[in-house]
């Protein structure tokens, strides 16, 4: 199973359209406007709200807490590294491993692969692809993915 994620190229927030593997639209990711830190809100197609990725503010390196159906499921934290962003993560069970910057690495649950993440090139916007060796991981692996993003922008821009 694969999800698409694609940046919206004119937006004032940091906002991403989510396709199914048929580029049917399933969600829709925004980041509120006027917040103290980074706030980014995943929706359905129906508007109804499924998750929250929070900001913990006064942390010394970027730090997200991941919220899904208004119960806090875990947070990444970016550990301090020179050459390469490196997270310390609290998110079933899970682990990640690979190139973040360049949008190519894989979670895992024990030693297995469950989720795939690599960038698409020739895309108007930023177009990533998220493959799942299981259905049941796609809502909390896109919240996962997402809260990464924040926490490379948040540190890049900050």
Avoid at 8 to 16: A, I
Avoid at 43 to 62: A, H
Avoid at 92 to 118: A, K
């Amino acid at each position: 199973m694969r999800l698409l994620i694609k940046q919206r190229v004119f937006s004032w927030t940091d906002s991403y359209d989510v396709y199914d593997e048929n580029e049917n639209a399933k969600y829709f990711v925004k980041a509120e406007f006027f917040s103290l830190g980074h706030q980014l809100h995943i929706y359905d197609r129906n508007d109804r709200e499924l998750g929250v990725i929070r900001q913990r503010l006064f942390t010394l390196l970027p730090a997200f807490e991941i919220e899904i159906g208004g119960q806090v499921k875990g947070e990444i934290r970016k550990q301090f590294s020179f050459f390469k962003p490196r997270y310390e993560i609290d998110y079933n069970g899970w682990r990640v491993e690979g190139d973040f910057l360049g949008w190519d690495y894989d979670v895992y649950n024990g030693c297995s692969s469950i989720i795939h993440i690599s960038k698409e090139l020739f895309h108007w916007g930023d177009t990533y692809t998220i493959n799942f060796a299981d259905p049941k991981d796609e809502l909390e692996g896109l919240m996962l993915v997402i809260a990464i993003d924040a926490a490379n922008c948040t540190q890049n821009n900050g």
